[in-house]
């Protein structure tokens, strides 16, 4: 199992003790269920999300909200 | 009262928007305070809204259906001039200057707009326990959980506060609440429904859509809200596969449709309740001509693996600057949230990009399944609504974390993007007939999800509508008569 409280140091989070006791049981079963599928990947399998260059969408933000500054 | 009937109500002149209106916020007044459905009640504007509406009808401009229907929105769909929370501290003053494009789309229609929905703080959970405005209660049994994130829509439908409500689906999160709360939940394909000014959660994970008392009244939102917006990249410019109408006309036949029956994984670990109910729904199916086929569908439990890493990482990169800001502003969170962004902090990105290559790698897998059958059919939930404050269900022996237990069988379908709905299809201990193995308290709703292939929401609507007609469903809930 991976050493959560060693990655979330080198990762520079600041995150306390209890805090990490509680993240790890659910991250070591996810890691579980999630590692071996990785190992079936061939180089040839993208993504499901890629840049799309021909996109136009604006975002909300330039599209006049400036309200973001009210958020605390 | 259904919208249609509404709506052919205010076209006779038997009642005005005015009526309505004023008649859903009395409802709001009366239950608000125990139900906590509403964050924010826009009771004058909608007053001015529903004014206009009577007075256009009355010049013959009639904007449609939702013409003058009362309306509300989850509370993070962004409101021009009203606060938009996502149910958080961290939000608690945002007001936002647009509209979001399902806000802007309902009002074209002439919908009325009732105000802002409690939800499960930015929407990050399935109980919409909110911390800051409070615990949102099932109006079935308000000692349990409406179900989330969407839980003020699901709960302020089926009491009647409003005639239909918009939420948001990232996993589970319109069907849970639609399950746990008697009504009708629509997750339509990704990219069908403008994210445009929707607070996000999971970027590629996120869909908009309707929870409504019947089936005919999601498609009539449906048909308010689909459609290609520029504003978003992700919206399909797929043209809709019914101009103007996902539910055309009253002939909702099923005869002969494929519908697949999962051998694996949908039925395993079930209530007894919730089998039975779900059972039932399946042999109404049959009734009405439908083939049942059982299928083997892919292993969903790893795509449930895959849709968590890409959900993790992308909400916690959507809250990064709360979370990097100093513990202050990272203690507004609930413990619960902050739990969810502590943990997408560690996933690394090579685990992202490989969750995502793993998801197009499974999506081409399921797709193979439309080959054999039309849809598919499961439970919506293998449970009912927990009580508010449990943290684990207990389902074939086995105690599962509440919210796992809850997403098992919808958190897939938003990796897929698939269309999804939920219909009721039975009561606890009730309509399926108070069997003694029952792991629920008796009255609680039980959730039907109908699958289908991508931009097959007109599919996925007439085969619930077809049900729908044939007796699957529930009474309504009495908070609401």
């Known amino acids: 199992m991976k050493d959560w409280r060693a990655i979330a140091q080198a990762n520079g989070l600041d995150l306390s003790a209890p805090e990490l006791d509680r993240l790890a049981p659910p991250l070591d079963a996810l890691e579980e269920a999630f590692r071996p ?36 | 009262m259904s919208i249609s009937q509404a709506a052919e109500s205010l076209r006779a002149r038997r009642v005005s928007s005015v009526e309505l209106t004023t ?17 924010t009640v826009t009771s004058e504007q909608a007053l001015e809204q529903a004014r206009q509406a009577d007075s256009e009808l009355a010049r013959g401009q009639d904007r ?24 958080s501290k ?29 939800m499960h703080e930015m929407a990050y959970g399935i109980t919409s326990a909110n911390p800051h405005f409070g615990a949102v209660a099932n109006p079935w049994n308000a000692a349990h ?6 839980g003020g829509s699901g709960t302020a439908v089926a009491v009647d506060m409003v005639y239909a409500a918009m939420g948001s689906d990232t996993g589970g999160s319109i069907r849970i609440p639609a399950s746990f709360c008697g009504v009708v939940g629509l997750k339509p394909t990704y990219g069908r429904v403008s994210r445009y000014g929707a607070l996000p959660l999971g970027y590629s994970l996120d869909h908009m859509g309707p929870i409504a008392r019947t089936v005919r009244d999601a498609a009539l939102v449906l048909n308010a809200i689909a459609g290609h917006d520029r504003r978003d990249a992700t919206c399909s410019r797929r043209p809709l596969v019914v101009p103007g109408d996902f539910l055309a006309g009253a002939g909702v036949s099923i005869r002969g449709l494929r519908i697949g029956l999962p051998k694996n994984f949908f039925f395993e670990r079930l209530d007894p309740d919730v089998e039975s109910s779900v059972g039932g729904a399946i042999a109404c199916a049959e009734r009405l001509g439908a083939t049942v086929k059982p299928v083997t569908v892919p292993d969903i439990a790893a795509l ?65 399944l439309w080959a054999d059958v039309d849809c598919l059919v499961t439970p919506t939930t293998p449970n009912t609504a927990p009580r508010i404050g449990d943290t684990t269900v207990r389902l074939a022996g086995r105690d599962e974390d509440v919210r796992l237990a809850t997403t098992r069988l919808v958190r897939g379908v938003n990796a897929l993007g698939l269309p999804a709905i939920s219909i009721p299809c039975g009561l606890s201990g009730g309509l399926s007939g108070g069997r003694s ?23 996925i609507l007439r085969i619930a509508a077809a049900l729908e007609d044939g007796g ?4 309504p809930c009495s908070l609401g008569l």
């Open chain 1, 37 to 72: 599928l990785v190992r079936d990947l061939t180089p040839a399998m993208e993504p499901s999300l890629t840049f799309s260059v021909d996109e136009d969408a604006v975002s909300v933000e330039e599209d006049a909200c400036n309200g973001e500054e009210d958020a605390q």
């Open chain 2, 23 to 39: 008649a859903a916020l009395a409802r709001i007044s009366r239950h608000n305070a125990a139900l906590k459905a509403f964050i």
């Open chain 2, 64 to 87: 449609g259906p939702l013409h003058g229907i009362p309306v509300a929105v989850k509370d993070l769909f962004f409101t021009a001039g009203v606060r938009t929370t996502a149910g």
């Open chain 2, 90 to 118: 961290v939000y608690e003053n945002f007001v936002p200057r647009v509209n979001a494009a399902v806000v802007d789309k309902l009002l074209s229609a002439g919908a009325v707009m009732l105000g802002k929905l409690n």
């Open chain 2, 145 to 150: 959980s409406p179900g989330g994130s969407s």
């Open chain 2, 304 to 368: 449930n693996a895959v849709a968590r890493v890409i959900l993790l990482a992308e909400a916690s990169a959507v809250a990064e600057p709360f979370l990097v800001d100093g513990r202050d502003r990272r203690d507004q969170f609930g413990p619960d949230v902050l739990a969810l962004f502590n943990q997408g902090r560690l996933i690394p990105a090579t685990d992202y990009v490989n969750a995502q290559r793993l998801r197009r790698k499974m999506r081409q897998e399921f797709n193979r």
């Open chain 2, 437 to 459: 193995a029952s792991l629920s308290e008796p009255g609680l709703p039980i959730g039907l999800q109908i699958i289908g292939p991508a931009f097959e929401e007109a599919l």
């Open chain 2, 472 to 475: 699957v469903g529930i009474p």
